[in-house]
């Protein structure tokens, strides 16, 4: 059964930092791309990075040059380092995978989406 853990939120003042961790059981790690989401009250969720399986990496506009998306497939973890934190970063953070494998050998492939519970990151000004 897979199962993603997040951990690593809590409450941090303007300009602080945290690190997020996703762990994830059930084997599919190293064969999903990565994402973290957040989601503030009263907003939607929104993408805050991407990662590969190669380990190619994305991220919102509005964190870049603050946060880090990395991976360690021995360990099965994801993280986002976050530093420079600003108010406007409160929400509950989400972690998700894309788990694609090919099922036939024409190639054909399935795709599965999981997330996590999420951990809740507070920025106080």
């Known amino acids: 059964q897979v199962q993603l853990v997040e951990s690593g939120g809590g409450l941090v003042q303007s300009g602080g930092s945290l690190r997020l961790s996703c762990v994830v059981s059930g084997r599919i790690f190293s064969e999903s791309s990565m994402d973290w989401y957040r989601q503030a009250p009263g907003q939607e969720r929104e993408l805050v990075a991407h990662?590969?399986?190669?380990?190619?990496?994305n991220y919102a506009d509005s964190v870049k040059g603050r946060f880090t998306i990395s991976r360690d497939n021995a360990k099965n973890t994801m993280y986002l380092q976050m530093n420079s934190l600003k108010p406007e970063d409160t929400a509950v953070y989400y972690c998700h995978a894309v788990h694609r494998r090919v099922v036939n050998v024409e190639g054909a492939t399935a795709t599965r989406e999981y997330w996590g519970q999420g951990t809740l990151v507070t920025v106080s000004s």
């Open positions: 990662i590969t399986t190669g380990g190619s990496k």
